[in-house]
């Protein structure tokens, strides 16, 4: 289904659970040697650790909290050594809370702020190195970036700044062969979906035009598809994954 990835390299952020193991998955399968930056030693971790060796390639799964620097840092330096150099880049790490505007905490703001959107922004810089002239960057933002969503002020905040992200620097570094884009997901059914009231559940499924919640691999198939050189010519886009809710 998918374009052969065999011999390219990648780093895949926030890559244990949810859309970023499913890209992880995608990209393993298509052939590619993954690096996969996780925050907790959890289960998850493990098994994904099993499901990779399954691939048959030589993947890598490194604990680094984003929200500090300097293991952001940590990781960028186990992931040169570990491949060399990278193909791809996918920024999936994400993280979300729901706090009235008028009580959100300045600590909540900060950290909502520095696992989506500055985490990008330093994991993106750190692996210029390793991308050399060409590449691909793929940033995880989100269908609420684009509307807004109450509650969600510093979330939105942050997937909004993605949008600005991805496409100045679609801008500046198109000239040395890396594209840039953003997949903007709607509401997927991941561990954040799972603990959904059966109320907002049915408020969404009513809004979506086909009727469901995606799954995590819908969203993989457009980052594969970012990842891959079939998009060679797709750069500085948002790409929205929603069932268009
Ligand atoms: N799910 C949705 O409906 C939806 C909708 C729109 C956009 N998105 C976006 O899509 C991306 C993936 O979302 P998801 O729901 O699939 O995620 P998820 O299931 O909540 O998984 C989050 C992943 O990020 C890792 N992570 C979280 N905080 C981290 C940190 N500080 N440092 C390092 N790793 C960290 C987690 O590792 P551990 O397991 O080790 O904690 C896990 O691998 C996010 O950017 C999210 O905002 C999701």
Redesign the pocket.
């Known amino acids: 289904m998918f374009p052969d990835l065999a011999g390219r390299r990648a780093l895949v952020?926030?890559?244990?659970?949810?859309?970023?193991?499913s890209v992880v998955l995608g990209l393993a399968q298509a052939g590619a040697t993954v690096v996969v930056?996780?925050?907790?030693q959890?289960e998850?971790?493990e098994s994904l650790r099993r499901e990779l060796k399954d691939t048959g390639g030589d993947h890598l799964l490194v604990q680094?909290?984003?929200?500090d620097p300097a293991q952001i840092g940590e990781l960028l330096e186990a992931t040169g050594t570990h491949l060399g150099g990278l193909d791809i880049v996918v920024n999936?790490?994400?993280?979300?809370s729901h706090v009235p505007y008028a009580q959100l905490p300045l600590e909540a703001w900060t950290q909502v702020l520095a696992?989506?959107l500055t985490?990008t922004h330093l994991v993106t810089q750190g692996a210029l190195a390793l991308l050399g002239d060409s590449g691909s960057v793929i940033n995880?933002?989100?269908?609420?970036g684009l509307v807004g969503v109450p509650l969600r002020a510093h979330y939105t905040a942050a997937?909004t700044g993605l949008i600005g992200l991805t496409r100045s620097l679609s801008k500046e570094l198109g000239g040395r062969g890396i594209r840039v884009n953003l997949v903007?997901?709607?509401?997927?059914e991941?561990?954040?979906?799972a603990g959904m009231p059966d109320a907002a559940r049915a408020a969404y499924t009513n809004r979506i035009p086909l009727g469901r919640l995606g799954e995590?691999h819908e969203v993989a198939a457009v980052v594969l598809f970012l990842a891959s050189d079939v998009s060679s010519y797709v750069n500085g886009a948002t790409f929205t994954v929603d069932g268009g809710i």
Request: aromatic content about 0%.
């Open positions: 952020t926030g890559g244990t659970r949810g859309i970023g193991r930056g996780h925050q907790r959890t998850d971790a680094a909290d984003v929200a999936s790490v994400g993280t979300i696992t989506n985490a995880i933002g989100s269908g609420a997937k903007s997901p709607g509401v997927i991941t561990d954040q979906a995590a």
